[in-house]
T-cell receptor
Framework: AQSVAQPEDQVNVAEGNPLTVKCTYSVSGNPYLFWYVQYPNRGLQFLLKYITGDNLVKGSYGFEAEFNKSQTSFHLKKPSALVSDSALYFCAVRAPDSGGYQKVTFGTGTKLQVIP | KAGVTQTPRYLIKTRGQQVTLSCSPISGHRSVSWYQQTPGQGLQFLFE???????NKGNFPGRFSGRQFSNSRSEMNVSTLELGDSALYLC?????????????FGEGSRLTVL
């Protein structure tokens, strides 16, 4: 069975400081990894994804994430946080299940609070 | 290009009733999936449809069902509602059938069961 862990329920960071939101995963086979952001009372918005290739992927709004196969991690990062980055962040993994189809599993979400 | 549209946005039902939620995907998207979001359980996968076929199903009881029409629009139905079914139900569409593509989410249908 596949799983995703976001070990921090909440991350607080001062505006202008770098931020990291952690994600680790467990799958059999090659994972496809995604980050999504959710603003209050809204659906999720896609930020970035890792499918194959360069381990460092860049996405929307200045976010990036590094795929680390040995540590089975896909941490989300941004060099300088903005107050408007405050939101709920979800890590997700897609990997084939026993039926061969790709099923998606989301982490529990991390609330990012950027303090002015 | 219009985004994913979910209707209704808000609804209130009582225990034992049934509810049908609708989702119109982005034009050209053939994959539609549904998720239940609650504060306690987070975001949980319900089912996924591609070209009118259910391709995957999460661990929900049979009271939760869905279907997809030939125009890719999808509906999900919950019968015999329970208090615990109160949640935000999110629909997402995806362009590819390989599913290395990202999901595009609607704004959700917030169901309250009294």
């Amino acid at each position: 069975a596949q799983s995703v862990a976001q070990p921090e329920d909440q991350v607080n960071v001062a505006e202008g400081n770098p931020l990291t939101v952690k994600c680790t995963y467990s799958v059999s086979g090659n994972p496809y990894l995604f980050w999504y952001v959710q603003y209050p009372n809204r659906g999720l918005q896609f930020l970035l994804k890792y499918i194959t290739g360069d381990n460092l992927v860049k996405g929307s709004y200045g976010f990036e994430a590094e795929f680390n196969k040995s540590q089975t991690s896909f941490h989300l990062k941004k060099p300088s946080a903005l107050v408007s980055d405050s939101a709920l962040y979800f890590c997700a993994v897609r990997a084939p299940d026993s039926g061969g189809y790709q099923k998606v599993t989301f982490g529990t979400g991390t609330k990012l609070q950027v303090i002015p | 290009k219009a985004g994913v549209t979910q209707t209704p946005r808000y609804l209130i039902k009582t225990r034992g009733q049934q509810v049908t939620l609708s989702c119109s995907p982005i034009s050209g998207h053939r994959s539609v999936s549904w998720y239940q979001q609650t504060p306690g359980q987070g975001l949980q996968f319900l089912f996924e449809y591609f070209s009118e076929t259910q391709r995957n199903k999460g661990n929900f009881p049979g009271r939760f069902s869905g279907r997809q029409f030939s125009n890719s629009r999808s509906e999900m139905n919950v019968s015999t509602l329970e208090l615990g079914d109160s949640a935000l139900y999110l629909c997402a569409s995806s362009l590819t059938d390989i599913n290395t593509g990202e999901l595009f989410f609607g704004e959700g249908s917030r169901l309250t069961v009294l």
